[in-house]
Structures are given as C-alpha cells and as structure tokens.
C-alpha cells in the first residue's frame, strides 16, 4: 500500500522556466511533508519541509505547497537551473506514527539547456 | 555543526561473503539513526532504525542485521550476503525532541555504500 506516491518517474523543464514536482498521499493523519534532492551515487539532501498547519512554506528558489484537502504537494523551483537536475523524493510523516518517514519513489527532473 | 560519516563508498563482494558497513555521527548526540537502502532505479527503503545504544527495530525481515554498538556509531552486517543485497545502501540520522522523543523533523543523509554482490 502506497501512501506516498510520486506519480510522474521523469520531467523534463527548459532552464530558466518553472519546474513542479508532484506528490499525493493517502493518509490523513500524515501532519509533516518534506522535499529531498538526490544526485546520483549521493545521499539524498533535505530541501524544504512543511508542516500541516501551513499551506505553503518558501526558501530561495524552492516552494512546496499543501493542499490537504487534495491530499496533494508540490515542490516548485523557480527559476529551474541546470544544478537542479536530480531525482526528487517527497516524504510524510504523521505523530501517531511514530514521526517515521514515508517515502515517494521519486521523480527524475532533467533541466535541459 | 553535525556531519554523518559512511563507509566504504563502493565494495564489491562476492556471494556468501560477510558485510560490514559503517556509519558515524558528529556534532550531535543521541540521535536516531537508520539504514535504508535503494535498489536500481527504485525508491528509499528503511531497513533498520535505532533509537539508542543496543535498540534496533527492523523494518524487513531479510539477511541482514544492524547493531549500534555507540551512540553514534551504526553498524549493518550480514553474515552471508546474497545476490540481491546488491544496491545502494545509506545512513542518516534525526534529531530527537526534548526528553528524547521524536519529533517532526529531517532526516540527514550519509554519501552512501554502493554494494555490488557478483
């Protein structure tokens, strides 16, 4: 049972523009949300994190937005550069869970020239 | 400011051989600490995760074990690695709240072991 999913394996942006990465989830008790980048033969990086009570939360050129009635996120970078280019994972978590992280598989964002 | 140690970065061992990965920890003290692991083109699997010396819950039930010997110090071991212990395996750690308890907050990342069994 999936309750993180990342439903989109690869997108492609042109540098310069908006690239939005996807995330929906099935459990309602999920209250934290957060994005990590991940370049290859890397451990993952913590990029920004949100919590329940807010619906939008903004560092730099990084946006994640909460939808919860949607049960829906995204991860908007603006404006996308080449760096950019890696596999983006959402990740949840919930109290009554015991705060463990619940990951998406992870979305491959190529930034082409 | 803390950092998150992971070695060695790539090993390549043959089948029914023994596995030993290690992970340090600074600049932090009593942390969560956890081993995940990720297949080829795959997500983040969690495999084990400690909340102190000597407490280990396993999340899948397979051929390898993990220990924590310090408190800052997690160790992932199989006595006889098979053909699909192949993968990428990492460490990262959490901070704890006050009086020890987690809280809603990042995990931290090592650089990764990438174990090729032949």
């Known amino acids: 049972d999936q309750q993180v999913k990342q439903n989109s394996p690869s997108l492609s942006v042109q540098e310069g523009r908006i690239s939005i990465l996807n995330c929906d989830y099935t459990n309602s008790m999920f209250d934290y949300f957060l994005w990590y980048k991940k370049y290859p033969a890397e451990g993952p990086t913590f990029l920004i994190s949100?919590?329940?009570i807010k619906d939008k939360n903004e560092d730099g050129r990084f946006t994640v937005f909460l939808n919860k009635s949607a049960k829906h996120l995204s991860l908007h970078i603006v404006p996308s550069q080449p760096g950019d280019s890696a596999v983006y994972f959402c990740a949840a978590s919930a109290q009554l869970g015991n705060y463990q992280l619940i990951w998406g598989a992870g979305t491959k964002l190529i930034i082409k020239p | 400011s803390q950092t998150i140690h992971q070695w060695p970065a790539t090993l390549v061992q043959p089948v029914g051989s023994p596995l030993s990965l290690e992970c340090t920890v600074e600049?932090?003290?009593?942390?969560?600490l956890y081993w995940y692991r990720q297949a080829a083109g795959r997500g983040l699997q969690l495999l084990f995760y400690s909340v102190g010396i000597g407490q280990i819950s396993s999340e899948v039930p397979q051929n390898l074990s993990a220990s924590r010997p310090q408190d800052r110090q997690f160790i992932l071991s199989s006595k006889k690695l098979l053909l699909s212990d192949s993968g990428f395996y990492l460490c990262?750690?959490?901070?704890?709240?006050?009086?020890?308890?987690?809280?809603?907050?990042?995990?931290?990342f090592g650089n990764g072991t990438r174990l090729t069994v032949t």
């Open positions: 949100i919590s329940s």
């Open positions: 600049g932090t003290s009593n942390p969560n």
């Open positions: 990262a750690w959490r901070a704890r709240g006050g009086h020890g308890r987690p809280y809603n907050s990042p995990l931290h």
